[in-house]
T-cell receptor
Framework: DGGITQSPKYLFRKEGQNVTLSCEQNLNHDAMYWYRQDPGQGLRLIYYSQIVNDFQKGDIAEGYSVSREKKESFPLTVTSAQKNPTAFYLC????????????FGEGSWLTVV | AQSVTQPDIHITVSEGASLELRCNYSYGATPYLFWYVQSPGQGLQLLLKYFSGDTLVQGIKGFEAEFKRSQSSFNLRKPSVHWSDAAEYFCAGLNAGNNRKLIWGLGTSLAVNP
């Protein structure tokens, strides 16, 4: 089955540590996205990538980093510089068909302890 | 500036009642418009989308939405709500620029009374 796989589902991090969230897709989509979701704030764009080896900052990129070395993979690193990292993180990819639909993974919960 | 607004933060309906969730957009040109549903702790699932053609769009799970250019709206409807429809609903618009970013509403939380 085609889809987007995020791992881990739940992650606990100590303050001062970096942590990397994995996102893999087998949909052959060029564009991929990372969103952060907090209660009452909807979805906020962290980073996006239109193509391999290229990515752009979204609205809240500070304290985060990404890479796009392969079409299938778009990992997100939450660095110690991110002051409030506890949130639900969603990875997505976009197809080229009519309407350019965006599809989502199941999300990863990050908690700083 | 492009924007998507969902005026209702929370809605409660009785099971079997009809449902309408509001979404208003502000775009220079006709955007692509989407409705997604999210169950607690899960990813978002596409319900339906509008990008051209017939302004009444049918989606999954018995949902439909109507694009009304004159009202800048894309409201989601369902004739008879089921308890399993309780979830968070998000409206989004795809901007026309080169970066193709989705502009999101803040969501409407739907509760269903038995």
């Amino acid at each position: 089955d085609g889809g987007i796989t995020q791992s881990p589902k739940y992650l606990f991090r100590k303050e001062g540590q970096n942590v990397t969230l994995s996102c893999e897709q087998n949909l052959n989509h060029d564009a991929m996205y990372w969103y952060r979701q907090d209660p009452g704030q909807g979805l906020r764009l962290i980073y996006y990538s239109q193509i391999v080896n290229d990515f752009q900052k979204g609205d809240i990129a500070e304290g985060y980093s990404v890479s796009r070395e392969k079409k299938e993979s778009f990992p997100l690193t939450v660095t110690s510089a991110q002051k409030n990292p506890t949130a639900f993180y969603l990875c997505a990819s976009r197809d080229r068909g009519p309407g350019n639909t965006i599809y989502f993974g199941e999300g990863s919960w990050l908690t700083v302890v | 500036a492009q924007s998507v607004t969902q005026p209702d933060i929370h809605i409660t309906v009785s099971e079997g009642a009809s449902l309408e969730l509001r979404c208003n957009y502000s775009y220079g040109a006709t955007p692509y418009l989407f409705w997604y549903v999210q169950s607690p702790g899960q990813g978002l699932q596409l319900l339906l989308k509008y990008f051209s053609g017939d302004t009444l769009v049918q989606g999954i799970k018995g949902f439909e939405a109507e694009f009304k250019r004159s009202q800048s709206s894309f409201n989601l409807r369902k004739p008879s709500v089921h308890w399993s429809d309780a979830a968070e609903y998000f409206c989004a618009g795809l901007n026309a620029g080169n970066n193709r970013k989705l502009i999101w509403g803040l969501g409407t939380s739907l509760a269903v009374n038995p």
